[in-house]
């Protein structure tokens, strides 16, 4: 570093320290727009300012550099009481924390901070340690529905989790977003009881975004056990379901199901239209054919090229 990029480092430097809040933005402003690592200091100095503007120019600025060596300093400001610094520090870190940081994060879940241990989940999905799964397990049983939805979609981005009893008891939460997000995560998971507990939401949960989740993981998990409870998705007062539960019917062709996927092909909602045509061409059956031709005159074209598709697929195997 020159000697004149130090003098005038140390410009900006006197000038955060003033009490005149326009002489700190101008300086924090003049900083992240140098763009030198030399400044890294400086604008953590600045995340101390007692103004959110400067904090959050200071946030962007530290970010703008991605240097990994500026995560500690960021962190606290997880905990920020304005939205928006946290929400500028969370994606800021989102890009530079990496598995050396992992320590650093399960130890910020100790503070009692609920926005700092929310964030700090967030984090966790970035990094897919499986060591880390000690503690998101206890974030399973929180008072707060907000971490117990965290803690549970965190659990599906770690690795080598498998089997994970204390997860199950989320898909019957009090919370609609916690029962939402227990019921895509147990999609990944082998427990014994996942298929069940998925087609009891898939059938009768009261939000229907809870029910199509369940399907979506039903289609994952690919098991025939859960076809009673798709039979009951495909009459759902809900596009969504009713769309899901045919993906599900396409990893699991059933023949019981024929009658119901091809009545599906007439659903007021295109998209139903065409999951069903391609369920028809997933279970191969030649009794969906005469349905599949006159879907070919379906005015959406998504619909009639995957009516073409299933009568292709079906004659095919035939």
């Given amino acids: 570093m020159s000697a004149d990029t130090n ?15 326009s002489d700190r933005l101008v300086a924090v402003k003049t900083l992240q727009h140098l763009g030198e690592e030399e400044a890294i200091d400086a604008l953590i100095l600045a995340l101390q300012d007692e103004n959110t503007a400067v904090q959050k120019i200071a946030v962007t600025a530290l970010w703008e550099l991605a240097n990994p060596v500026v995560v500690p300093a960021l962190l606290p400001r997880l905990a920020s009481k304005n939205a928006e610094i946290r929400q500028e520090a ?24 609920i926005n700092l241990q929310l964030n700090v989940l967030i984090l966790l999905r970035k990094i897919h340690d499986v060591q880390s799964l000690p503690a998101v397990l206890t974030f399973l049983k929180s008072e707060h529905p907000q ?25 019957a ?3 609609d977003s916690v029962r939402r997000a227990a019921a895509l995560t147990l999609g990944y998971l082998a ?17 229907w975004q809870v029910r199509r989740n369940a399907a979506k993981s039903l289609a994952i998990q690919a098991n025939p056990k859960a076809i009673p409870a798709v039979e009951v998705a495909l009459k759902d007062e809900q596009w969504q379901v009713r769309k899901s539960a045919l ?9 019981q199901c024929l009658s119901e996927v091809i009545e599906a092909l007439a659903d007021e909602y295109s998209d139903v239209r065409k999951e069903a045509a391609i369920a028809l061409g997933n279970l191969g059956n030649p009794d969906a054919i005469t349905a599949l031709q006159q879907a070919l005159d379906d005015p959406d074209r998504d619909v009639s090229i995957y009516a073409q598709r299933a009568i292709q697929k079906i004659q095919e195997n035939c």
């Fill in 7 to 21: 003098s005038e480092l140390d410009r900006w430097l006197e000038m955060l320290r003033s009490p005149v809040l």
């Fill in 90 to 113: 969370l994606s800021a870190l989102g890009e530079l924390v990496s598995s050396e940081h992992l320590l650093l994060l399960l130890e910020a879940l100790h503070q009692e901070d």
């Fill in 147 to 171: 971490l117990r939805e965290a803690a549970i979609t965190t659990l599906r981005y770690l690795n080598q989790v498998q089997i994970c009893p204390p997860a199950l008891s989320l898909i």
């Fill in 173 to 175: 939460d009090s919370d």
């Fill in 191 to 207: 427990d014994g009881e996942v298929v069940e507990l998925l087609s009891q939401s898939l059938a009768s949960d009261p939000d």
């Fill in 247 to 255: 993906q599900v019917l396409q990893n699991i062709p059933d023949f």
